[in-house]
C-alpha cells in the first residue's frame, strides 16, 4: 500500500532554533500534501494545504511565517517551524493525497513529536 | 460549515464486549466520511470509510460503521472489543475540498 514518510520522528531543539520535517510519499506522487498539529489528547487541527509547485495554503491563525511550508517536488513536502518557541512543542502529522479528486485516499506519515526546550 | 461531532472522549469496555463510537455530522450534503485510528506517538491509520453505495461500510481489525443519512450519524462497532483497540479513534469527514474535517476523537480503553 501506499506509505508517507515523516522524518524526523521526534526532535528536542532550544528556542530560538529552526526546525525541519520531511513528509515524503514513497511509493507514489502526491500533489497535494497536508500538515496537522496536535496537542496532547486533542484532535488534528489542520495547518495548511502544500501544493506541488505552489504556495501553501494556510488555515485561518496559522503563521506562515513561522511555519514554512515547501512542497518543490511530487513526493516531498517541508515544514519548517522557525525560530521555534517552546509553546511549539507538539505532534505534527503530514498527510499525502493519493490521487487528484477529493476522494482520493489519504495516506498519514507516523508524526514527528517536536519539543523545544 | 461542515464539523464532526464525537460524542463521549472516553469509552471503557470490557475485553469482549460490544463498541459503540458515536459520530454525527453536519453538512447540507452528506459528506464522505472517516473512521481513523491512531496508537500512542504513531500517525493514522484508516479503519473504513463510506463514500456511496452501501450505507454498511466493513473495515479492517473487524470494525465496520453505518451512515444513516436521516440521524446524520456514522457509529463505529465492533461486536467483540480486543486488548489491541485500545486506541485514540477519530472521526472525519471531506465535502467538496480536499480538506479532512476530524472530530475532537474518543479515547478506547478495554478491560480484561
Known amino acids: 500500500g501506499a506509505v508517507v514518510s515523516q522524518h524526523p520522528s521526534w526532535v528536542i531543539c532550544k528556542s530560538g532554533t529552526s526546525v525541519k520535517i520531511e513528509c515524503r510519499s514513497l511509493?507514489?506522487?502526491?500533489?497535494?500534501m497536508f500538515w496537522y498539529r496536535q496537542f496532547p489528547k486533542q484532535s488534528l487541527m489542520l495547518m495548511a494545504t502544500?501544493?506541488?509547485?505552489?504556495?501553501?495554503?494556510?488555515e485561518q491563525g496559522v503563521e506562515k511565517d513561522k511555519f514554512l511550508i515547501n512542497h518543490a517536488s511530487l513526493t516531498l513536502s517541508t515544514l519548517t517551524v522557525t525560530s521555534a518557541h517552546p509553546e511549539d512543542s507538539s505532534f505534527y502529522i503530514c498527510?499525502?493525497?493519493?490521487?487528484?479528486?477529493?476522494?482520493?485516499?489519504?495516506?498519514f506519515g507516523n508524526g514527528t513529536r517536536l519539543t523545544v526546550t | 460549515a461542515q464539523s464532526v461531532t464525537q460524542l463521549g472522549s472516553h469509552v471503557s469496555v470490557s475485553e469482549g464486549a460490544l463498541v459503540l463510537l458515536r459520530c454525527n455530522y453536519s453538512?447540507?450534503?452528506?459528506?464522505?466520511l472517516f473512521w481513523y485510528v491512531q496508537y500512542p506517538n504513531q500517525g493514522l491509520q484508516l479503519l473504513l470509510k463510506?463514500?456511496?453505495?452501501?450505507?454498511l461500510v466493513k473495515g479492517i481489525n473487524g470494525f465496520e460503521a453505518e451512515f444513516k443519512k436521516s440521524e446524520t450519524s456514522f457509529h463505529l462497532t465492533k461486536p467483540s472489543a480486543h486488548m489491541s483497540d485500545a486506541a485514540e479513534y477519530f472521526c472525519?469527514?471531506?465535502?467538496?475540498?480536499?480538506?479532512?474535517?476530524f472530530g475532537t476523537g474518543t479515547r478506547l480503553q478495554v478491560f480484561p
Open positions: 498527510s499525502a493525497l493519493g490521487g487528484d479528486s477529493y476522494n482520493s485516499p489519504l495516506h
Open positions: 511509493d507514489f506522487q502526491a500533489t497535494t
Open positions: 502544500s501544493n506541488e509547485g505552489s504556495k501553501a495554503t494556510y
Open positions: 453538512s447540507s450534503v452528506p459528506p464522505y
Open positions: 463510506y463514500t456511496t453505495g452501501a450505507t
Open positions: 472525519a469527514s471531506r465535502y467538496n475540498t480536499d480538506k479532512l474535517i
